[in-house]
């Protein structure tokens, strides 16, 4: 089932979200492809803590923007508008659910009910 939900949700983001996201004035991710090279756009939910930005993958390690951040975890963010590069780090040990507590609520919500293996991020920003 879980890997069903990931697919499903993997599709609808990809050929939904994604597309509109980079539209309006969403919050983005921008990693580079591992095989491509190319900067690949993902709207994600997060908050900017103490200059370092938090969010919760909602399909942990089989995220393709996960994948991209293990073989290059130089990012970028757009928060409010506004592009700031960083460095990002999976928190394995960080409690997800917890933290998707202290983050938007909206997005809290979709992460945990999409949500097939969450794994916390943090971006400590430049």
């Given at each position: 089932m879980n890997n069903l939900k990931?697919?499903?949700?993997?599709?609808?983001?990809?050929?939904?979200?994604n597309p509109v996201g980079r539209k309006l004035p969403l919050t983005m991710l921008e990693?580079?492809?591992?095989?491509?090279?190319?900067p690949r756009r993902t709207a994600i939910g997060g908050r900017v803590i103490d200059n370092q930005f938090w969010m919760v993958s909602e399909h942990g390690e089989r995220s393709h923007y996960v994948l991209n951040i293990k073989a290059n975890p130089k990012v970028r963010v757009r928060v409010h508008g506004r592009w700031r590069t960083g460095t990002a780090h999976l928190m394995p040990d960080d409690d997800a659910k917890a933290r998707l507590r202290s983050l938007p609520g909206l997005n809290s919500a979709a992460v945990r009910l999409m949500g097939s293996d969450l794994l916390t991020i943090r971006v400590d920003l430049d």
């Open positions: 990931r697919r499903v949700v993997h599709n609808v983001q990809r050929l939904v979200v990693t580079i492809g591992r095989k491509s090279g190319q």
